[in-house]
């Protein structure tokens, strides 16, 4: 709890609202046309999540990751894309229900959705299946009405150095498992899990002062970048419209994340080793001390 203290003293709050980004996007459109009631698109694609999703830590609108699926897309198909974010910064997958429900208020569901949900879970310390299953009861509400649905799962938050050891170690073995939760949750639902924990961790991991943003807590223009380049073959492969190429096998692990622990497992390791060899030659010693104890009582009473 200490640790979990001064952490949030180094990356504090950050308050600042993400840039607007909703529009529709054209292929190497500047700037967005705005949504007004007529307008027309192919393709409506929709951010659902929390502050990684709605861009907090992007300096302007065409380094939020919503932007760049968006424009991705219209790259890849010629077509006209909308965006429409649902997004809030903070939000827990608690928060999924109320997003949904607003976008059902609103209008038709949309063609597609991205959800990036899961390191609020892991700091405010929900229980695990209960975060995946809230997860997945979103995912299979969007499905339900034919909407094509990518999940960035929970990120792998022992890349931030902010967070001091051993909780960082903690925090990101939660947040692992809950990445795996939310997949099976995820292709449960019939939706398309992209692990963004070892997608991204090998970057962030050898750049950290590239990849993540002034508060050292949320990605930077090009972590988000990075992470918007694993999410669009999925969504668009998913969409049927995907061009670029066979689709990569995505891992579930951070293989980075996890060469770094190499050395510490292999000390601990030999560490706990040596403690038990110790104890055992310990216990021998004793063992024979004791033998010879009892010879010399032996030696006494006969004589």
Avoid at 69 to 96: D, F, N
Avoid at 246 to 266: C, D, M
Avoid at 269 to 292: K, N, P, Y
Wanted: hydrophobic share 45%.
């Amino acid at each position: 709890m200490g640790q979990a203290a001064a952490a949030r003293g180094v990356i504090g709050r950050n308050i600042a609202k993400p840039p607007e980004a909703d529009g529709v996007y054209t292929a190497g459109c500047a700037a967005p046309e705005r949504w007004r009631m007529g307008s027309s698109a192919d393709i409506h694609l929709m951010i659902f999540g929390d502050s990684t999703a709605a861009g907090v830590g992007c300096t302007v609108a065409d380094e939020v990751p919503g932007v760049l699926l968006a424009r991705g897309l219209a790259e890849e198909t010629g077509q006209r894309i909308r965006l429409s974010t649902k997004a809030i910064a903070g939000a827990t997958s608690k928060g999924l229900e109320g997003q949904v429900d607003a976008m059902f208020v609103a209008g038709p569901p949309p063609d597609a959705a991205v959800i990036f949900i899961g390191a609020n879970d892991v700091t405010k310390k929900f229980s695990i299946p209960a975060s995946a299953a809230r997860l997945g009861d979103a995912v299979e509400r969007l499905t339900a009405k034919g909407c094509v649905v990518a999940v960035g799962t929970c990120p792998d938050l022992g890349v931030v150095t902010a967070i001091p050891q051993p909780l960082r170690t903690v925090v990101r073995n939660w947040g692992r498992r809950l990445a795996h939760a939310q997949t099976a949750r995820t292709l449960g639902a019939g939706g398309h899990p992209v692990a963004l924990a070892d997608l991204l961790a090998p970057e962030f991991l050898a750049a950290p002062d590239t990849m993540f943003s002034a508060d050292r807590f949320h990605p930077s223009a090009a972590g988000y970048e990075l992470a918007a380049q694993q999410i669009l073959p999925v969504l668009a492969s998913a969409l049927g419209v995907w061009h670029g190429g066979p689709l990569p096998e995505l891992p579930t692990v951070s293989a980075a994340a996890e060469s770094r622990r190499a050395i510490p497992r292999a000390t601990a390791a030999v560490d706990r080793f040596l403690r038990r060899r110790t104890a055992e030659i310990d216990a021998e010693i004793d063992s024979a001390a004791e033998d010879l104890l009892r010879r010399g009582d032996g030696r006494q009473a006969g004589l």
